[in-house]
RNA sequence: GGGGGAGUAGCUCAAUUGGUUAGAGUGCCACCCUGUCACGGUGGAUGUUGCGGGUUCAAGUCCCGUCUCUCUCGCCA
């Protein structure tokens, strides 16, 4: 037997007991005559009290933390004055009769007991060490139980889980594929799916009514601190005979259960908010807008049409915006404040930012020179300006404003502490348009999936200009997090080959790449939709962690490698000449093709 | 692929305009200490300043190249 008991139940009420404990060597503090250790296991601390005169401890040479022991012992109280109401054991201690060690610990790379900062690349290579710590250790235990409250809500709901093909076929649009060579079929290759989409929308048509999956995804993209490049997990829903409302009211239910089970923030119960993606674009410069933020872009453009500060009436004249910002009571603000929001903005795209203040003796600004008190206090009142606050301005090109706007807000919010931290703002972002002019090519293409239902049907697709067409797409948002996307399906074959015919691809070229999908379609396919929120960013947003890898047990660096298992690893010839694979590398690359056999 | 930041002891960082033997904390090793819980105290060991080249009497510091890490834009049906 290793251990009667584990390092965290020990109780007051067990004084007296003969215990045996076995874990981790949390800390060592050895005042001569008597040694106290903190033992360590998943459920806990607790303290053992060393005699050094004890012929176990003579025994032995080293303490080094980290290390795997045993204890045998008697509980005993704690004196008043000693107690550690930190503890959760904090009453008690083990005074040790024997013990025995069961795994040595060699030097550490980094400290375990307390946070030395130790950088990413070493936790990574170490990743078993660091998740002992407390934080890391705790963060996963939390996505276990996140997931575990996952799959009982949605099968309360009458949901099925499936399990979808690993090895699938590379599919043609999206993402870069993770590619597998076939062994027994020289020259193809299987890939890793991208999202179970296409058999998720099979299961529909075969009749199971409500499909779900903690589905992994594979996608070589490269990575943000909130996307672990290579794979991720996504709670994947598909349900038959909904509509859009449907698939939000069975979001929101889920979402509001695991944030109120399992998050540490306040929000508004469900429905969210919806904003439509045209609006977000327009207020925001986002369409994943964090609506703690109160900052937003308020048009002002017919305010400058044919003014005298020529910068923003040309750009008006020809077509473009002026969109103003305002800053809550900056006018106090030193003047570096205001010349490095502008260097901000310029290196975000900006050809200058302009800006107005407006202090207790009148308005301050490099611009209001060139205009008059009625264009001033027009900006005021549409600005819903107050003594003390500040526009800011930006003129160009809609969509180059947008994104100027999509930096600066959030910046500006951050630098004037607007930001609530103790709140979580979900949202919708809908009516997604279905088609966007590619800005190389100036050709129409689908913007976001070509699977979503397009919103007035066939005879939209048949009358409607294409960029004016919306689709049934909607993402969920949650504090500037895109936390899903998902959509109504297109589930009519006639509907699919006119959309995908303005988007510039024939009847034979859809069905080659769609095939499976389409005669699917073409024999009964209910009405149908869904949505997959990734279950890395819903814990990373209920463990308040800005960096994804710290919510998942075995990352990837950023580079897609795995610094424990090494990760990309070069093969053998052996297994190259077995899959019919020539590698030619890269004239920089140094490395060898593949080890020798 | 582009841009910003970083690279000095196992780890986190310091080192004035280029100027003595590159320091501190932490960890490690040894010793002291019977009530600590980030224990305390004394002493000690530990460096190719990422790598290569250049400028200079002299380079951690300046210049060029290169590699790595990180954040970000592109990318993410």
Redo the contacts with the bound molecule.
């Keep these: 037997m290793y251990r009667s008991h584990n390092c965290g139940e020990l109780r007051k009420c067990d004084v007296g007991k003969t215990v045996r404990l076995a874990g981790w060597i ?11 250790i ?1 033992l360590r296991d998943h459920y806990g ?1 607790t ?1 053992v ?1 060393i ?1 050094p ?1 004890k012929s176990f401890y003579q025994a032995l ?2 303490w ?2 980290e290390s795997v022991v045993r204890f045998d012992g008697e509980v ?1 109280a ?2 008043a ?4 109401p ?2 959760a054991t ?1 009453e008690i ?1 083990i ?1 040790a009769t024997d013990m025995e060690m069961l795994g040595e610990a060699e ?5 375990v ?2 946070d ?7 936790r ?1 290579k170490y990743r078993f060490l660091d998740l002992r710590k407390d934080k890391l250790h705790n963060n996963i235990i939390l996505r276990s139980k996140v997931i575990s409250e996952i799959r009982r809500y949605m099968t309360d709901l009458g949901f099925n889980e499936f399990q979808t093909p690993i090895l699938t076929a590379s ?1 043609p ?4 594929d993770y590619l597998v060579p076939s062994r027994l079929h020289p020259g193809k290759f299987y890939a890793l799916p ?5 058999f998720k929308q099979l299961l529909m048509v075969s009749g199971f009514d409500r499909y779900f999956q903690i589905a992994p ?1 594979f ?1 070589d ?7 672990s490049p290579g794979e991720f997990y996504q709670l994947d829903v598909e349900m038959s005979f909904v509509e859009q409302d449907d698939i939000f009211k069975v979001i929101e239910g889920l979402i509001a259960d695991v944030f109120t089970k399992f998050g540490k923030k306040k929000f508004a119960p469900p429905p969210f908010p919806r904003i439509p993606y045209r609006e977000s674009m327009r207020r925001f410069g986002s369409d994943k807008p964090d609506l703690r933020n109160p900052l937003e872009m308020i048009d002002v453009s017919e305010l400058f049409r044919g003014c005298d500060f020529k910068a923003f009436a040309s750009t008006v004249e020809s077509g473009g915006v002026v969109r103003a910002i305002r800053a809550p009571q900056v006018a106090g603000k030193p003047r570096k404040f205001f010349d490095d929001m502008i260097k901000f903005a310029q ?2 795209g900006a050809k200058g930012m302009a800006y107005i203040i407006w202090t207790g003796e009148g308005e301050k600004s490099p611009i209001v020179k060139f205009l008059t008190r009625e264009i001033i206090d027009g900006l005021k009142q549409t600005g819903g300006v107050q003594e003390g606050d500040a526009l800011f301005f930006l003129a160009d090109q809609e969509k180059l404003v947008q ?1 100027i706007g ?2 600066v807000i959030p910046e500006l919010g951050r630098q004037l502490g607007l930001i609530d931290q103790d709140e979580f703002k979900f949202c919708w972002i809908v009516d997604f348009p279905m088609f966007e002019r590619d ?1 190389e090519t100036g050709e129409i ?8 239902m397009p919103q007035g049907g066939l005879e939209a697709l048949n009358t409607k200009e294409p960029l004016d067409i919306l689709a049934w797409q909607y993402d969920i948002v949650c504090n500037g997090i ?1 936390l899903s ?1 998902g959509a109504i399906r297109n589930h009519i074959p006639e509907l699919m080959y006119r959309a995908f015919e303005i988007a510039g691809y024939d009847r034979s070229v859809v069905d080659r790449k769609f095939g499976g999908m389409i005669s699917a379609f073409k024999l009964g396919a209910p009405p149908h939709g869904g949505i ?1 929120p990734g279950v890395d960013r819903m814990v990373m947003l209920l463990a308040d962690e800005p ?1 994804i ?1 710290e919510v998942i047990a075995f990352p990837f ?3 897609a ?1 795995d ?1 424990m298992m090494n990760a990309p690893s070069e093969v053998t010839l052996k297994q190259l000449r077995e899959l019919h694979i020539e590698v030619k590398l ?1 004239k ?1 690359a140094e490395a060898p093709a593949a080890s020798r056999e």
């Design positions: 949390h800390s060592v503090r050895d005042h001569g005559g008597v040694i106290f903190d601390l303290q009290v005699d005169e040479d080293r080094r933390v005993v704690r004196s004055e000693t107690v550690n930190k503890l904090g201690e005074r030097v550490l790379p980094f400290q007991a307390k030395d900062c130790a950088p990413e690349a070493m990574l599919s649009e999206g993402a870069r991208q999202a179970p989409q296409q995804c996608r993209e490269d990575a943000r601190a909130d996307r290196e975000n994104k999509g930096a800005e293409i689908f913007s976001h999936n070509p699977f979503s895109e996307s997959a960096n890898r660096n950023q580079q490698e610094l890269p920089k």
